[in-house]
């Protein structure tokens, strides 16, 4: 018996050992479960767990996110969750409602809460949004900038909202957009020639021959204004906020005009400065009065030397006395600003900055708005605060007077004066230019079998470095959107300076954009960069395939490990209906280790995810 008890004792140690060893095999499978359905920092699926829109606890602990980090970096989810049909128009960084669980503290008279606010990791979606109920594939440009298919887009509010202003109409199955604006009710193309008259530009053309390109449309609407600038070799980067007139930009979108949300509150617009000739505001909805003018001094900081200001509101021509009263002020501000009425016409004015430093160098002392302090970077714009001071010019383009750019289309690529500040050589951006004009060459040999006439137009370029891609789609009919990683900002200057448009941005986060906004999206590198930065792969994958029209193509140009890692993404995603894998030609900007995947996005609904 004695014998018998001490054996017990004896093998309490290897029984202890044999169910912690147990234990620990458990929880790695577990850990194994919830890495193949949650990836670090990835979005929370609600799918199946019928809860509303109050808060939600997140399923996935900081304590433990470490070792799904470890597992996800090496498996791919068995499958990628639909998110509920009420996510359709989903914009996760933009979402009110997250605004609401999250309890934010923003301030809503300074439109806080239409700023950029992203969900943290555990409260993300971790699935792929459906298109609403009887999608379709999205008319083709140039039809669809004056109609759309009302179910793709089914709201309809602003066609009674704004019936007496030509912003659309509803027809049928489709929504038609006569071109009308708050004030231009007879259509943007005949506003676009009167604005020329009033500016005596040769030929009644806005772009002055060639001198206006880039022009920056606050409070867009539907971005009539920006549809029709498009004839006049001018693009403008619509702007407009998910406020009242909600799907305003999911309309201008859906058009193939450029367009973005954004709106003027606390934080500078994601532009370096010196983008735009000209900026417009019809009838905004601003009040540009407020804080000191400090959002018409973020205008001041985006427009180019000489730019100019078309205002049309009652406050430019109403003579009751509180619209009276409220264009005083702003023209006392514009003078201490050192802007100049150059125009004015019925319900419009128009106002210029000045070409170099000199007015500003004439105030006297205490003036108010300030000069901003030299130790301000006016190109800093990621998550940087508006700043309630005037951006003087450089000593260089105080004495040249201008932005030392030639007239539009040489520009395109011509080496602009600003490249020396983000320290490339001229003959490093002709070969750039060059080297991408032979790459897209060759993406559209391998897309050509399967490229419709006019099926591509929304472009979005996820790495732009400076602009090459979308300079070599220039003879293209379409519009890129260049997006510059937040380690490669000061180069969107470059993209500017080229005539082109876009927008600084961290891929680790989702993009302020509408659900099925694009048509074809690229990405070099990209991939690279956010693994780089630790960030999660998959969210990337599922935030490309949100902004991704369905039958729209994605083209990947990675390492091979990266793009063997996304391959397996492919009939997840629902990026199958056709793909294709190659290795590219070498060329300067080539590593040794690079493929290039092109796939396109099957068009799928639910609940019975009927493939075309």
Known sequence: MKHFRTERVRATPKLFTYVLVGFIALLGLTCLYYGSSFAPGSRKSDEFDGSDNRARTGSVTMTNRAA???????EVPKSVPICDSRHSELIPCLDR?????????????????????????????????????????????????????????PHTHLAQEKSDQNWMVVNGDKINFPGGGTHFHYGAD???????????????KLNNGGSIRNVLDVGCGVASFGAYL???????????????????????????????????????????????ELAHCSRCRIDWLQRDGILLLELDRLL???????????????????????????????????????AKRDQSVIWRKPISNSCYLKREAGVQPPLCPSGDDPDATWNVSMKACISPYSVRMHKERWSGLVPWPRRLTAPPPRLEEVGVTPEQFREDTETWRLRVIEYSKLLKPMVQKNSIRNVMDM???????????NDKDVWVMNVMPVQSSPRMKIIYDRGL??????????????????????????VTETRTRGCSIED?????????????????????????????????????????????????????????????????????????
Not at 329 to 342: S, T
Request: net charge positive; hydrophobic share 40%; charged share 25%.
């Open 230 to 276: 498009l004839s006049h070799d001018i693009i403008a980067m619509s702007l407009a906020p998910n406020d009242v007139h909600q799907n305003q930009i999911q309309f201008a979108l859906e058009r193939g005009i450029p367009s973005t949300l954004g709106v003027l509150g606390t934080k500078r617009l994601p532009y370096p400065s010196r983008s735009f």
């Open 97 to 153: 409602n997250l605004h609401y669980q999250l309890k934010l503290k923003l301030n809503l008279t300074l439109m806080e809460h239409y700023e950029h606010h992203c969900p943290p990791p555990e409260r993300r979606f971790n699935c792929l949004v459906p298109p609403p109920t009887g999608y379709k594939i999205p008319l083709r440009w140039p039809v669809s900038r004056d109609e759309v298919w009302k179910a793709n887009i």
């Open 68 to 74: 799904v980090l470890a597992v996800s970096r090496f």
């Open 190 to 204: 005949k506003y676009i020639v009167s604005l020329a008259q009033m500016l005596k530009f040769p030929g009644d």
């Open 540 to 612: 990337l994958l599922i935030e490309m395939d949100r902004i991704l029209r369905p039958e729209g193509f994605v083209i990947i140009r990675d390492t091979s490990d990266n793009i063997s890692y996304i391959k397996k993404y492919l009939t997840l995603l629902k990026w199958d209906k056709w793909f294709t894998e190659t290795t590219p030609k070498g060329d300067s900007l080539s590593t040794k280790d690079e493929r290039v995947l092109i796939a396109r996005k099957k068009l799928w609904s639910v609940p019975a995810i009927s493939v075309s």
């Open 304 to 342: 180019r030397p000489g730019g100019y200001f078309v205002y049309s509101s009652p406050e430019a021509y109403a003579h009751d006395t509180e619209n009276r009263k409220i264009g005083n002020a702003m023209h006392d501000l514009f003078k201490r600003m050192c802007w100049r009425v150059v």
């Open 501 to 526: 448009i876009g927008a600084t941005h961290d891929w680790c986060e989702a993009f302020d954009t509408y659900p099925r906004t694009y048509d074809l999206i690229h990405a070099w590198n990209t």
């Open 463 to 473: 790495s732009s470095n400076l602009g090459g891609f979308a300079a070599a789609l």
